[in-house]
């Protein structure tokens, strides 16, 4: 695996990754240098079907005929594997799975389910849940049931944001198969659009950093997410004795830099030291995940709300049907 002639160690993190065709890590472009490295050597995630989390471990399913590895956390770094009970591929959805603690949780984003299971613990658990549904134009015959896009995990709990109001509630796990949804009483945001009046999209991501809880939304008018965002703004979760209710920052930390958007779960956010990868400090590193003509990367200045887009983009010429993703370090917590 990755050793010290590793593309893959060689290579400063976070990584964006770009999967081949075939759905294998490819080429990746590293934030602390601003190459693209076109050799990465990721060989566990060949043939196999992978989740990464904000933790910077990797949820791997391997093709290897050993049962008591055919699942595993993985370290891309260092080849590093924690031990997990199997879990069928057939199950597993493709999207992103947050990681609270010593839990893992995988979500789908196709239907309201998620699968959990602890480390050390012996099998997975598959959960269902009821939002309700969506609200869609008449046009839209079948009826669409809601489910969790954004989720992050804070103190060894799994927290998730609901996509119409933003307000706040925690994922709590049954014993009888389904998992209960629990609000916690916050009030809404009423300033990520400019005004009450504008339509547009925003994309939100949910962001767990030093055991602080964020909210970063980046905002389009109308409804192409394509060049540069609108607007943008961050909010910090004050769970203070007041009240619990998200405040606006323009500091998400001194020495942190968060990683935004991608592919594998478009709404995939994870924080990182800023002196420690090479980055700048107080930034978003957004990627598109929305549209499928922009693959560009924007560096968000949290302080004075300033907007670049990296020129000339990561992987300009790459002729791919997948959207790269984010790797980070597994120390992006620590640091």
Known sequence: MADGSSPSAAAGYPLLVQRSNA??????FSLSDGKTHDDVSLPEMH????????????LVLSSSSAPEMSTFLL????????????LDESELPT???????????????QCPAVWF???????????????????????YRAPKKRHLFDVAGVGGRFYFCEDKDFSLGTLDFTGDGEVALVAVSVPGIDDIFPSPDSSGIAA???VESRGDLYLAAVVFLGF???????????????FSAAGPAWRRTADIGGDRAFVLGGGGGGNFGASCS??????????????????????????????????????????????????????????????
Do not use: I
């Open 47 to 58: 043939s196999s079907t992978y989740l990464q989390t904000p933790q910077g471990w990797v």
């Open 75 to 86: 370290d891309p770094r260092d080849g590093r594997k924690v031990g997990l009970p199997p």
């Open 224 to 238: 192409r997410a394509e060049g540069p965002p609108h607007k943008f703004s961050v909010y910090r979760m004050d």
């Open 95 to 109: 999207d992103n799975a947050p990681d609270a603690g010593a839990g893992v949780v995988v979500l789908s984003l």
């Open 117 to 139: 299971c602890r480390v050390g613990g012996e099998r997975w658990s598959t959960h269902t849940y009821d939002m309700g549904y969506f609200s869609l134009p008449v046009e």
């Open 204 to 206: 939100t991501y949910l």
């Open 274 to 335: 800023a002196s420690g990868c090479g980055v700048r400090a107080n930034c978003l590193y957004w990627f598109n995940s929305f549209s499928p003509d922009d693959n560009n990367l924007h560096v968000l200045s949290v302080g004075d709300g300033g907007v670049e887009t990296v020129a000339p983009p990561p992987f300009e010429h790459a002729s791919c049907v997948h959207k790269p993703f984010w790797l980070v370090p597994t120390t992006n917590n620590t640091a």
């Open 23 to 28: 759905g294998s890590p490819a080429m990746a």
